[in-house]
């Protein structure tokens, strides 16, 4: 009973990617193998019963690799969805029918002792991999703001800087490039401070919702009548200060959601302070 541990999240993200549910093919590999010499002596029985276990457990293993995607990258999020596709539940559904069906097809294991085993290896599945996560990650959230308005901004806002960062990425003007570029880390940070605190959404709304959304929209534009060789100097010149402008909008954003810090951290202080003198401490 002490070898059985309790599968950990925080944990599973120290091992490397690429070995999780290695050991779920694994499971095919026998049937693979009897299968192989089924086929070699011509046994149609055992190939139809071992094709459909074999491709059970390869379909079970491959949704569950699906499920270890989404699960580490909500792990690695601040602020996420919880995955609404249960890959990893499915999985284990699909491997447990594949065990019981094995059992009771290929190694001819009576009705009861084939459930056994099914349900043996649905709790070991649980026990090593879990189930999906269930509930959405957004931090404690004050009045006026709500877990699917920041987990929808956000999302919206690094779709939209990944759109810069392609059109960055086809755009040869160096310069052009650079503010893009430029516009892009500025927005992660802003990003990044809506993470840290939530709260903090309703300073930056207008921002995601106008100004990033904008630039995003014309930057396709400008990007479009650039291949078609319809940008001339003042248009580049009137693009390269669309950049700046919004560069600079995003350095005042930032520089609000640090001031609003600081004058929230000192009024805590005053209170605590004025708390402390009432109660003679």
């Known amino acids: ?35 192989f010499f089924a086929l070699l002596m011509g046994k149609t029985a055992s190939i139809l019963s071992l094709s459909v276990a074999t491709a059970l457990y390869l379909l079970g293993a491959t949704v569950a690799r699906r499920g270890f995607l989404a699960e580490r990258l909500y792990l690695k999020s601040t602020i996420a969805r ?22 009771l097809f290929t190694t001819h294991n009576g009705m009861i002792l084939s459930i056994v085993l099914a349900l043996f290896f649905l709790i070991g599945f649980y026990l090593y991999y879990g189930f999906d996560p269930t509930e959405d990650k957004v931090g404690d959230l004050g009045i006026g703001v709500t877990a699917e308005e920041v987990i929808e901004i956000t999302d919206r806002a690094k779709g939209s800087v990944a759109s810069l960062k392609k059109i960055e990425a086809r755009i040869f003007d160096d310069e052009v490039r650079q503010m893009i570029a430029s516009v892009v880390k500025e927005t992660n940070d802003v990003i990044r401070a809506i993470e840290k605190d939530p709260n903090d959404l309703s300073k930056a709304r207008k921002f995601f919702n ?36 919004v560069t600079e909008t995003i350095h005042q954003q930032k520089a609000r959601l640090d001031e609003e810090d600081v004058t929230r951290l000192d009024i805590q202080i005053e209170a605590l302070n004025k708390q402390l003198k009432n109660e003679g401490v």
């Open 1 to 35: 009973m002490g070898l059985a541990k309790r599968y950990n999240p925080a944990e599973s993200e120290k091992k490397p990617f690429f070995i999780r549910g290695i050991l779920l093919y694994l499971l095919a590999l026998p049937l693979i193998l009897a299968l």
């Open 210 to 245: 106008v100004y990033l959304y904008r630039t995003e929209q014309i930057s396709k534009e400008y990007l479009k009548n650039l291949e078609n060789g319809n940008i001339d100097e003042t248009l580049r010149q009137n693009f390269k200060n669309l950049l700046k402008s």
């Open 82 to 103: 919880a995955p609404r596709l249960r890959y990893k539940t499915v999985a284990a559904i699909i491997l447990t029918i594949a065990t019981f069906y094995t059992s």
